[in-house]
T-cell receptor, first 108, second 113 residues
């Protein structure tokens, strides 16, 4: 059974700061997903990756398969980035196994 | 842009009552999922559905739960006899590929009294 751990659990930042959220998992995966959950509850997929690095706007996601570790970076953070960021993995099936999330607050 | 929709957005029910949560996945997607999130906890997988049958279900998905795709567009989750512990946000998701990006609906917040 895959265990997905995220750190930190809570993160506060000043606008403009560079942010890193970490995710580690315990067994091999077919893909890792980063998702964003806003206070209203809705979940939006940010990235799906199985190797290397992906970039979308100010967001960058990396994965190291050997170390079973992924990071989500936010450059030039903004108050609108405030949300819960969730790491989830697909192991040998297509269901997602979720981490507990990292609550990010960015202050102006 | 296509999106997954869910109805109702909120539902309050009495313990022991049946509820049906409805989802309309993105139209060309083939893989469908239900997840739930109890308040303050992480999102948990309930069931996956492909080709008109359940692909996988979790331990949570016991005999009180069932899923159906009655008309080729809707995807429903039925809870036959609700318990207090079924109170949660229920998310539907769909994907075009077996291991692909999953697109989530806005959720149905279920409260069992």
């Amino acid at each position: 059974k895959n265990e997905v751990e995220q750190s930190p659990q809570n993160l506060t930042a000043q606008e403009g700061e560079f942010i890193t959220i970490n995710c580690s998992y315990s067994v091999g995966i077919s893909a890792l997903h980063w998702l964003q959950q806003h206070p209203g509850g809705g979940i939006v997929s940010l990235f799906m990756l199985s190797s290397g690095k992906k970039k979308h706007g100010r967001l960058i996601a990396t994965i190291n398969i050997q170390e079973k570790h992924s990071s989500l970076h936010i450059t030039a953070s903004h108050p609108r980035d405030s949300a819960v960021y969730i790491c989830a993995v697909s192991d040998n099936t297509d269901k997602l196994i979720f981490g507990t999330g990292t609550r990010l607050q960015v202050f102006p | 842009e296509p999106e997954v929709t869910q109805t109702p957005s909120h539902q309050v029910t009495q313990m022991g009552q049946e509820v049906i949560l409805r989802c309309v996945p993105i139209s060309n997607h083939l893989y469908f999922y239900w997840y739930r999130q109890i308040l303050g906890q992480k999102v948990e997988f309930l069931v996956s559905f492909y080709n008109n049958e359940i692909s996988e279900k979790s331990e949570i998905f016991d005999d009180q739960f069932s899923v159906e795709r009655p008309d080729g567009s809707n995807f429903t989750l039925k809870i036959r006899s609700t318990k207090l512990e079924d109170s949660a946000m229920y998310f539907c998701a769909s994907s075009a590929e077996r291991v692909g990006t999953q697109y989530f609906g806005p959720g149905t917040r279920l409260l069992v009294l």
